[in-house]
Structures are given as C-alpha cells and as structure tokens.
C-alpha cells in the first residue's frame, strides 16, 4: 500500500500544535469586548436598509476577501505575541526580516530599465544612478524575452520594444558599460528558466571581460518557471520537467558559483498582473519554492545553505490593507513552512526577502496623471508591509516605456517616502491592528490552503502538466473582467467620474530608431568574426548536456563565452528537450 504523502499544511500544524501558546488578552476582558461588538453589530444588522456588516471590496486584482465593519481583540482574541507577531528580525518574522528595518538599511530603489538598444539603456541606467536609484532592474525587449534573436522573422518590428535587445554577450559588454557591476546589486528580469540560463551566463562572461570575479557580484534573477509555462506568450514551450530541471541547474550553479546573487526571484508579479487575485500569487510561488527546495535537498544540499539566497517578487495593486497583510501573511508562512517542513535551523533560510513593484494593469490610459496616485499608494502599502526593494510605475505606462521625466518622478515617489514622510523610523507600523492582524491571518490560511490545493493535483510542476493553474487563471480573468465591465471594480477617470477629453495631456515616449538596423549588423559581424568552431563545439557540447543528467550551466556559459546568440542556445533546447503545448481554456 503506498503511504500517505504528509501535506504542507498538516507538516505545519502538528509542529505548531506542540508549542505552548500564551493568549495576549485577558479572557474576562474579551468577554466584555465580545458583549460590546455583538451589541454595535445587531444594531447595526437590525438598520431597515444600507449594506450588511460585512463588504466584500472589489478592487483591480484583489481576493475578495469579506471585511466586517468594526475590529476588535475579539476578532484575533487568539493571537500568541511571540508565535503570532513576534519582534522585527526573529521568528516568526511578521514584523520584517530585519531588527531594526528601514532605519539600518533604507529598502533599495530599483526602477526597471530597458528599451532599445544596449546603448540605449546603457545612458538611461546611468540617469537614474545619477539621481539617486540604488540598485538597477534591466527587462528585455520581446525577442529576447522569448529567446530569439534580432535579425530571427519572428522578431521583425519587436526589437528595442518595451525592453533592452540582448543578442549576445557583446550586447551585455554594452548595457553595463561604466556601470559598478561589482558595487552595485543588478537585476535582471530574466523571467524564464530558459532565458535565466541564456542571458545570466551572458552577464558572466561580461564581467570576466571587465576582469570583475564572479564572487563578488550582487543581485538577482527570476528563473521561475510560472513565468516560462504559464504566463508566457510565446510559440515555442519546452516541456514543464525539463524547464524545472533548468530552474534548478540555475539554482546549483549560481548558489556555488555567484556566492551573492539570489538564485530565484519567485515571481508572483507577473503571474498576479496575469490574472489571479494575490492569494493564487503567493501560494503559486511558495508551492514553486517548496518543489524547488525539495529538488535541492534531493541533489544533496543543504537546506539551511541553500535557501538563504531565496526571494520572492510581488505584485502590490489597490487594497491598501490587503496589500499590506498579504506581505506580512506570506512571510509569517514562509518562516513556518522553513521550520517545520524543512527543519531549517538559520534564521536567513527563514527569511521571507521580496522585492515589490507597484501595479501596472492597474494603471489607466484615460487621465494618465491619476496613475501617480495609485502608484503613490501602493508604494506606501510596500512599505508598511516591509519590503526589501521597491519599483513603482511611472504614470505614462499605460501607453510605452516611461520617459525620462516619468521615471524620474517614480524614483523620487520612493525618495520622498523615504525622506519626507517619517514612515521608514517605525518597524512595522500597521502592527497590532485589530483589523491588519485579522486580515494577516485570514490571508495565510487562505494562502495555506491553495497550497494544499496544489499538493493534492501533485505538486507545482503537476498543476502546470494538468492545466490546474491555467484553468484558475482562466476562471480569475473571466470574473476579474465582469466586475471591470459592470463598473464594480472602479477606475476613477475612466469606467467612474469620467471626463469628457480623453486624450492624454502628458508626452508620450518616443523609441530610438534604428534599433533593429544595429541589432542585425551587430549580429552580421559577429557570426563573421567569432570562432564558429567553437561556437559548434560549445553548442554541441551543450546540447550532450541537454540529454544527460548534468547541470547544464557550466556549458552555456561556455557558449556565451565564444559568442553564441541568444536564439542559438533556444534552438539547443528546443531540440534536445522537444516541444510542449500548454492546456486552453475557454
């Protein structure tokens, strides 16, 4: 008879079962408290018209989770300080990872950089250092993206588009050229697996170029295969196992061999702005981290060695208390599911560490100069949430890539809540909050249980294989649309309060020509001048690694070394692995 596999929540229950718990208020005072809030609420409900005591809210991307009137301690009369809350920098880390937070280490500004050409980009990184950015986040044009080169059919009129063109280590060489590399944390929103082990050995054999040692760089990279088998739109898929397999190669040869960069940036972004409400985010990337960190031990590591160079990337939309409960939610259940599930012993391997962007489908084209706004706010509600590093939107999103002026006025969004608003000097500052801990613990069990979800269809890689996360994102985005249609989600400015002039009074980003032109005659003189025997024997070899069970890595950063192309390594891929369709649902 096969045994049982022990779920992630039941793991997490009897290891908190066994711990004393010490209510924090006094009985005979909740039992006042309880008296004064069904007195308040039955007066309430027995009113002849107005809403129930309890609303839903619905707002662009939440969980709909309903909301009473009025909190008390009866509402968390369960609450075990220590266990529950907790101090900043301990378990369970509710409070933020770090014990004196904002006051010992601002959160870092990093704003996405990308459009055209390297070059391009290249100045554009460098205007935002010079104005005060403190760390740098680079996102890929298109072709890039879905791992095909600039002078590929499939990437006519895409080129430079709504990201950086990266052909090429050549192309790296440029994007970071003058820039501290070696001082400095970088980010570079590879999204895929795939693209993780194309472009970060790219970024590789660019600093060896520089002479900069691989142990002294900092950053990170996403490598989430959510983003590669589930959110992408791309025409080519590899099959979910193997895409994992390249997640977790990245893992092994980036944790040895890049000391200080985060192997996996667990992106719920993406998959949030998708379609799915914050809850499906969040349990998404855990169950991804699990399945992950289950891989790792099973190669052989640590667990305690392995995960503290773990992160997570959020998506932070409109419901500011949800926003801010979420965070904390999911670092209170990270800390745990390191506890109990893995046995982790160091208080790093527990840390729930994010990086946060600000909503861009929330952001509208009617009355652009609102999205400052609704960029302003989600921005606080990361910051009350504790997060490590930030990027807000800039207002003219809705239309392009932001223009210099945008961009520099989301970066001082962060600098004036930083500055001028006196939130950073108080860990934690919604903590306590009747209302903010109720929410946080609603959130968790709810995150908690769309865990168990995933485990019961087998595991991540399996919810993807059977169509599990597809259909719950085809069902999220078909209701999410009819709450926007009816008008019950609101926009201000565009389904609510509209203007009548719908144009908008801001200037638009204009892309840099030429960008393809130099693209294609920059891959033209590269096939002709590099050494194509290498570059054969370099992808042949990657290819042999491909069909044996070895971290392919080592032998794409060869590739890159030699001058292989983005699209040349896809190719290898492609044909050692084979091609998957993705489940549809209508």
Same mark, same amino acid.
């Given at each position: 008879?096969?045994?049982?596999?022990?779920?992630?929540?039941?793991?997490?229950?009897?290891? #908190?079962?066994? +711990? $004393?718990? @010490?209510?924090?208020?006094?009985?005979?005072?909740?039992?006042?408290? %309880?008296?004064?809030?069904?007195?308040?609420?039955?007066?309430?409900?027995?009113?002849?018209?107005?809403?129930?005591? +309890?609303?839903?809210?619905? @707002?662009?991307?939440?969980?709909?989770?309903?909301?009473?009137?009025?909190?008390?301690?009866?509402?968390?009369?369960?609450?075990?300080?220590?266990?529950?809350?907790?101090?900043?920098?301990?378990?369970?880390?509710?409070?933020?990872?770090?014990?004196?937070?904002?006051?010992? *280490?601002?959160?870092?500004?990093?704003?996405?950089?990308?459009?055209?050409?390297?070059?391009?980009?290249?100045?554009?990184?460098?205007?935002?250092?010079?104005?005060?950015? @403190?760390?740098?986040?680079?996102?890929?044009?298109?072709? @890039?993206? &879905?791992?095909?080169?600039?002078?590929?059919?499939?990437?006519?009129?895409?080129?430079?588009?709504?990201?950086?063109?990266?052909?090429?280590?050549?192309?790296?060489?440029?994007?970071?050229?003058?820039?501290?590399?070696?001082?400095?944390?970088?980010?570079?929103?590879?999204?895929?697996?795939?693209?993780?082990?194309?472009?970060?050995?790219?970024?590789?054999?660019?600093?060896? %170029?520089?002479?900069?040692?691989?142990?002294?760089?900092?950053?990170?990279?996403? $490598?989430?295969?959510?983003?590669?088998?589930?959110?992408?739109?791309?025409?080519?898929?590899?099959?979910?196992?193997?895409?994992?397999?390249? &997640?977790?190669?990245?893992?092994?040869?980036?944790?040895?061999?890049?000391?200080?960069?985060?192997?996996?940036?667990?992106?719920?972004?993406?998959?949030?702005?998708?379609? !799915?409400?914050?809850?499906?985010?969040?349990?998404?990337?855990?169950?991804?981290?699990?399945?992950?960190?289950?891989?790792?031990? %099973?190669?052989?590591?640590?667990?305690?060695?392995?995960?503290?160079?773990?992160?997570? =990337?959020?998506? #932070?939309?409109?419901?500011?208390?949800?926003?801010?409960?979420?965070?904390?939610?999911?670092? %209170?259940?990270?800390?745990?599911?390191?506890?109990?599930?893995?046995?982790?012993?160091?208080?790093?391997?527990?840390?729930?560490?994010?990086?946060?962007?600000?909503?861009?489908?929330?952001?509208?084209?009617?009355?652009?100069? $609102?999205?400052?706004?609704?960029?302003?706010? &989600?921005?606080?509600?990361?910051?009350?949430?504790?997060?490590?590093?930030?990027?807000?939107?800039?207002?003219?999103?809705?239309?392009?890539?932001?223009?210099?002026?945008?961009?520099?006025?989301?970066?001082? !969004?962060?600098?004036?809540?930083?500055?001028?608003?006196?939130?950073?000097?108080?860990?934690?500052?919604?903590?306590?909050?009747?209302?903010?801990?109720?929410?946080?613990?609603?959130?968790?069990?709810?995150?908690?249980?769309?865990?168990?979800?995933?485990?019961?269809?087998?595991?991540?890689?399996?919810?993807?294989?059977?169509?599990?996360?597809? $259909?719950?994102?085809?069902?999220?985005?078909?209701?999410?649309?009819?709450?926007?249609?009816?008008?019950?989600?609101?926009?201000?400015?565009?389904?609510?309060?509209?203007?009548?002039?719908?144009?908008?009074?801001?200037?638009?980003?204009?892309?840099?020509?030429?960008?393809?032109?130099? &693209?294609?005659?920059?891959?033209?003189?590269?096939?002709?001048?590099?050494?194509?025997?290498?570059?054969?024997?370099?992808?042949?070899?990657?290819?042999?690694?491909?069909?044996?069970?070895?971290?392919?890595?080592?032998?794409?950063?060869?590739?890159?070394?030699?001058?292989?192309?983005?699209?040349?390594? =896809?190719?290898?891929?492609?044909?050692? =692995?084979?091609?998957? *369709?993705?489940?549809?649902?209508?």
């Amino acid at each position: 008879m096969e045994n049982k596999k022990i779920s992630t929540s039941e793991i997490l229950s009897s290891g #908190i079962k066994n +711990e $004393n718990k @010490t209510p924090l208020y006094n009985s005979d005072t909740l039992k006042k408290i %309880r008296a004064g809030y069904d007195a308040i609420r039955a007066s309430y409900e027995n009113q002849p018209s107005g809403p129930g005591w +309890e609303v839903t809210p619905h @707002t662009i991307l939440g969980s709909e989770i309903p909301r009473g009137l009025l909190y008390t301690p009866a509402q968390v009369s369960g609450l075990d300080y220590d266990d529950d809350i907790g101090f900043p920098g301990t378990e369970p880390f509710t409070r933020g990872v770090h014990r004196n937070m904002y006051r010992g *280490k601002k959160f870092t500004i990093r704003q996405i950089n990308g459009f055209g050409g390297p070059e391009d980009t290249n100045q554009r990184i460098k205007y935002m250092l010079e104005h005060g950015g @403190t760390g740098i986040s680079v996102i890929h044009d298109l072709p @890039t993206t &879905q791992m095909y080169d600039s002078d590929d059919p499939i990437s006519k009129g895409q080129v430079g588009m709504s990201g950086v063109a990266i052909d090429s280590a050549d192309d790296m060489e440029i994007l970071f050229e003058d820039v501290p590399i070696d001082k400095i944390t970088i980010s570079l929103v590879t999204h895929y697996p795939s693209n993780t082990a194309i472009l970060f050995p790219m970024y590789l054999a660019a600093a060896e %170029r520089r002479g900069i040692p691989f142990n002294v760089l900092k950053g990170s990279v996403q $490598n989430d295969i959510t983003l590669e088998e589930v959110v992408r739109s791309g025409p080519e898929y590899i099959p979910p196992k193997d895409c994992f397999r390249i &997640q977790c190669d990245n893992i092994e040869f980036i944790k040895n061999n890049v000391p200080y960069f985060n192997f996996n940036t667990l992106n719920g972004y993406n998959l949030h702005e998708f379609g !799915t409400s914050g809850v499906t985010e969040m349990a998404v990337a855990l169950s991804n981290a699990i399945e992950s960190l289950d891989e790792m031990i %099973r190669r052989g590591y640590d667990i305690d060695w392995i995960a503290e160079r773990l992160a997570f =990337f959020w998506s #932070i939309s409109s419901d500011f208390f949800e926003e801010v409960s979420r965070i904390r939610a999911a670092r %209170r259940l990270w800390y745990k599911i390191m506890k109990y599930r893995f046995g982790a012993k160091s208080a790093r391997a527990m840390w729930m560490r994010c990086h946060v962007q600000t909503s861009g489908i929330s952001l509208v084209r009617e009355e652009p100069l $609102n999205n400052l706004i609704r960029a302003s706010i &989600q921005a606080l509600s990361a910051v009350f949430a504790g997060v490590q590093s930030l990027h807000v939107d800039s207002y003219d999103e809705a239309y392009s890539v932001p223009t210099e002026e945008a961009a520099l006025l989301s970066l001082r !969004t962060q600098q004036i809540i930083q500055e001028e608003t006196a939130v950073t000097e108080v860990v934690d500052p919604l903590g306590g909050s009747f209302y903010v801990e109720a929410l946080t613990n609603e959130i968790e069990k709810r995150i908690l249980d769309e865990i168990d979800e995933i485990e019961k269809v087998g595991g991540y890689v399996a919810s993807i294989e059977k169509g599990w996360i597809h $259909n719950r994102i085809a069902n999220y985005f078909y209701r999410e649309k009819e709450l926007i249609d009816k008008g019950e989600i609101k926009f201000v400015g565009s389904n609510v309060y509209r203007a009548e002039d719908k144009k908008p009074a801001i200037e638009v980003f204009r892309y840099p020509e030429g960008v393809e032109e130099r &693209q294609k005659a920059k891959l033209a003189k590269l096939r002709l001048t590099r050494d194509n025997e290498k570059v054969s024997g370099s992808l042949g070899a990657l290819e042999d690694a491909c069909r044996k069970n070895v971290n392919i890595i080592p032998f794409s950063l060869e590739c890159a070394r030699v001058g292989c192309t983005v699209g040349e390594i =896809f190719k290898v891929f492609k044909k050692s =692995f084979g091609l998957w *369709k993705p489940p549809v649902f209508w």
